[in-house]
């Protein structure tokens, strides 16, 4: 047998490993686990969008490959037209937008388009692995921008060494932020946008969650920056927007060029996303509002948080996003160390802060999308079971905010 690439080693080793044996064995056992892991939305794609799907699988034309340089043209015209809806900024469908198979997909693929050997790719620290292991495997050096507490888990420009900058292809941001639940404001990208203008860097913002916000929250995008366009590329979902994610559709925009190369290497490796697909993609941008997820998840997190604070582990209250990012609430227990007492003691799943890196460490993530819940009660039903851990220690409680 073959080895595979060396750039496979690049991957790091799968972190929750141990987790997902403990979980495995406790279910095996018959405890009914409360996972609090999973960052997928749990409730059904919408009534409406699955009924546009079976009239464009009706359809033989979409039945056949897609063969539009950027995707079905439909779905490119409905994103724009969302995007200049809600963000006020207009695009145009046939030269500054792509569709994807997942924004997953884009996301990666844009590291390949753009990365090679001696090229720095900038990546948050913590932050979604996918953007630094493919700059990995590209040959890229990575670079990774603490994101701490003290400075709303926002990039400091100040502490990227200029050398670092000169070299600098890409730099990764997303906001809301995945793991930390953090939102972004108009002087940060007016910051990232001004400094990529001034290195020539490809500024890629992930907007997987911008549209999971609460309390009427609307989330500001870079590209709204006048000039962001020059040097920026967004990668948009409709996995959480829509209860989608195994359909397997996002969508990049901004500048012509990004959109173009990430585009030109896509064509040499997928024929695009079945256009059925795209075509109620187009519906549900067009026709429909998830409020009604929203204002669940909105439930729950008021269930979660104040449960939370009351029994003594003060966790921050995200606008945006449906995680909860906590400080580890036991004395001297790491973030894998006190997952898996959680686990263990409560059979309640948590996910270690450090799995989405180092500077996660100290940290966990509790996500919003249990399965199995109606309106909250399986929080209530968690909140009851960690404070009967034993694990909320009373020095220690209150460093989440
Ligand atoms: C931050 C972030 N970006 C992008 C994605 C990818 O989403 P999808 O490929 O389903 O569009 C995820 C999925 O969890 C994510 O958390």
Known sequence: MPSPARRLSSIPPYLFAEMSRIKAEAIARGADVIDLGIGDPDQPTPETIRAALVRAIDNPETHRYDETPRGWMPFLRAATDWYTRVFGVTLDPATQACQL????????????AYAEVGDVVITPNPGYTVYKVNALMAGAEVF??????????????????????????L?????????????????LYHEL?????EYDILLVSDMAYASVTYDGFRHPTALQIDGADEITVEFHSLSK??????????????NADAVATLQKLKANLDSKQFP????????ALNEVDNRGTLNLYQRRRDRLCQGLREIGWKVPIPKASFYIWARVPTEGMSSAQFATALLERANVLVIPGNGYGDAGEGYVRMSLTLLGD???????????????????????AGLGI
């Not at 198979?101 to 390949?112: D, F, Q, T, V």
């Not at 730099?171 to 002087?187: K, L, M, S």
Request: proline share 6%; glycine share 10%; charged share 20%.
């Open 171 to 187: 730099f990764y941001i997303c906001y809301p932020h995945n793991p930390t639940g953090a939102v972004a404001d108009e002087r």
């Open 101 to 112: 198979i997942g924004s997953k997909e884009g996301l990666a693929h844009l590291a390949w």
């Open 193 to 197: 946008v001004t400094f990529c203008r």
């Open 144 to 169: 990774e921008t603490p994101l701490r507490v003290e400075n709303g888990f926002l990039p400091v420009l100040a502490d990227i060494p200029s050398d670092v900058a000169r070299r600098a292809k």
């Open 374 to 396: 109606q309106d909250g009660e399986r929080f209530d039903e968690a909140v009851r079971r960690i404070a009967a851990s034993g694990l909320v220690s009373p020095t220690t």
């Open 241 to 254: 927007m829509f209860n989608m994610t195994g359909w397997r559709l996002g969508f990049a925009l901004g």
């Open 276 to 283: 059925a697909i795209a075509e109620a993609g187009a519906f």
